[in-house]
């Protein structure tokens, strides 16, 4: 019954490689997010978008960067994968800003070596 | 961008036991929700709290805000294993409307 699944699910690269990690929706939801989760931090917002071609930086948005040119699938992208890049990311959609309620998908483990 | 503080960060006891977990903040909240994560998956909704003295039930989980808008509390009555998870508190209306959260309350019920 998932309406947002991520892909890969697991990852392992080397640093100074590229990484995209795909979100995809069957909500038709307009908002996405990218957040990933640290030990000790919680999760951070990395970059989200409001609708197709409108994104916005979070508060750990450096090394990163997001595409989505259709409604059901937004991109991160990791130009040049470092190991504090290490973390489980997830990807998170809402049908409007405030309080509205998100829903996750099941996170993709990224190790850089 | 609010700060929201969870306490404790890590909690392990045996089933059966009660157990209150926290969330404060130096600010007001519009409103405010809280997050189970369980391992290896993604958060889930468990409750939105809005209105100040507000308190929610939800099964053995009772959920209150405080009449100032700035902590809310969990309660689990009776733990149970299935309760293991981390416990995350969320603004939903963060910085520019976006959701912030704060670090969670890591929660090991043993049987």
């Known amino acids: 019954d998932a309406g947002i699944t991520q892909s890969p699910r697991h990852k392992v690269t080397e640093t100074g490689t590229p990484v995209t990690l795909r979100c995809h929706q069957t909500?038709?939801?307009?908002?996405m997010y990218w957040y990933r989760q640290d030990p000790g931090h919680g999760l951070r917002l990395i970059h989200y978008s409001y609708g197709v071609k409108d994104t916005d930086k979070g508060e750990v948005s450096d090394g990163y960067s997001v595409s989505r040119s259709k409604t059901e699938d937004f991109l991160l992208t990791l130009e040049s994968a470092t190991s504090s890049q290490t973390s489980v990311y997830f990807c998170a959609i809402s049908e409007g800003a405030g309080a509205n309620v998100l829903t996750f998908g099941a996170g993709s483990r990224l190790t850089v070596l | 961008t609010q700060l929201l503080e969870q306490s404790p960060q890590f909690l392990s006891i045996q089933e059966g036991e009660n157990l209150t977990v926290y969330c404060n903040s130096s600010s007001v909240f519009s409103s405010l929700q809280w997050y189970r994560q369980e391992p290896g998956e993604g958060p889930v909704l468990l409750v939105t709290?809005?209105?100040?003295?507000e308190v929610k039930k939800l099964k053995r989980l009772t959920f209150q805000f405080g009449d100032a808008r700035k902590d809310s509390s969990l309660h689990i009555t009776a733990a149970q294993p299935g309760d293991t998870g981390l416990y995350l508190c969320?603004?939903?209306?963060?910085?520019?409307?976006?959701?912030?959260f704060g670090r969670g309350t890591s929660l090991i019920v043993h049987p």
């Open positions: 969320a603004d939903p209306s963060g910085g520019s409307y976006i959701p912030t």
């Open positions: 709290v809005v209105t100040g003295g």
């Open positions: 909500e038709n939801h307009r908002y």
